[in-house]
């Protein structure tokens, strides 16, 4: 197998709605292939990436720097102190700086605006690492997971409940992109970015098959993800958001409602908030799978992006 040849707009990875149906089949076939260990190219030899981190990580920046390592790359980790975007220089130069040097860049910004302008700036291609926006990187090692576990995308029912956060916005898009059903159940006020919706109806290849509510219910679920409350940048809400989000922490009790169904969470989890030890530490659980599966879906990533 070939790396996949991914035809992105700029060659920039920011949401999974960037993505067609076909390019997201390339990534999802390569990351099986790495994961099983039949695919071990070296594409980005010779290639160097920078990453640049406005907020913590663990799972993104571990899973990148040994991804671009097993596929032949070099990194440089630049973290809140070093780079300063926006405060010691604008976005904009920092990333004309960086294209003199790097091949690629991974990015976690705090704000999504600052991601766009950085990909406008770039000659060189940029992958979303997180923003306040979307998590696109965590979304196809979860495709991926429920691959393996489940088969066919498009036989499966994902109901996401928390938070109307990032990763629910790039859940929806996959949902979009990939054809399985989606339910998103939020507090009244917490839905996801009306954007993203609009933006997950009108993809041309896609297949909109999402349903945003209040009212919690789990019919034929096959998979239960939830996410923090409070998410990175929202620390400040924690004491509000825990009262608002109490009737929606998936426990025991929620996951015999949905008896096919295996649990997914993005981690890191906040244990006894939105999900209970019980239910994460249980049978049914996969949330380390799915962390191990940033690796190879990352680098499934890079191949196409990255290595021409
Ligand atoms: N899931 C995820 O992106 O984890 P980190 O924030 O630790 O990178
Ligand atoms: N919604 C969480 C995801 C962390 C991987 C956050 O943005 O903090």
Redesign the pocket.
């Known amino acids: 197998m070939i790396a996949p040849v991914i035809s992105l707009v700029g060659r920039d990875f920011i949401d999974v709605a960037d993505l067609k149906r076909t390019d997201l089949r390339r990534i999802l076939d390569l990351a099986h292939e790495i994961k099983a260990g039949r695919w071990t190219e070296r594409p980005l030899a010779g290639r160097h990436v920078a990453m640049l981190f406005q907020?913590p990580?663990h799972?993104?920046r571990v899973s990148f720097e040994v991804g671009i390592a097993r596929l032949g790359g070099s990194t440089t980790t630049l973290t809140g102190q070093d780079v300063q975007l926006g405060f010691r220089e604008s976005v904009a130069d920092a990333a004309r700086v960086l294209d003199q040097y790097v091949d690629g860049v991974v990015a976690r910004l705090r704000a999504h605006e600052d991601l766009l302008q950085l990909a406008r700036s770039s000659e060189k291609p940029v992958i979303n690492a997180?923003t306040?926006r979307s998590?696109p990187c965590?979304v196809l090692a979860d495709l991926m997971t429920m691959e393996e576990v489940g088969g066919d995308l498009a036989r499966q029912h994902v109901v996401f409940i928390g938070?109307g956060?990032?990763?629910a916005n790039s859940l929806i898009e996959a949902s979009a992109v990939a054809g399985f059903a989606l339910t998103v159940i939020t507090p009244p006020g917490y839905d996801p970015q009306p954007g993203v919706v609009d933006r997950a109806r009108s993809i041309e290849s896609g297949n909109f098959r999402v349903t945003l509510t209040n009212n919690i219910s789990f019919d034929e679920a096959t998979v239960i993800y939830t996410?923090?409350w409070?998410?990175?940048?929202?620390e400040d809400e924690r004491a509000v958001r825990h009262k608002v989000f109490g009737a929606y922490r998936v426990d025991q009790a929620l996951m015999e409602a949905a008896p096919r169904a295996i649990f997914m969470h993005?981690?890191?989890a906040h244990r006894g908030e939105e999900v209970t030890d019980e239910v994460i530490d249980g049978p049914r659980s996969v949330v380390f799978q799915q962390a191990g599966n940033r690796l190879y879906a990352q680098m499934a990533l890079m191949a196409g992006l990255f290595a021409t």
Not at 230 to 234: D, I, V
């Open positions: 907020r990580s799972r993104t997180l306040d998590h965590q938070d956060n990032n990763i996410d923090v409070a998410s990175m940048g929202q993005c981690l890191p």
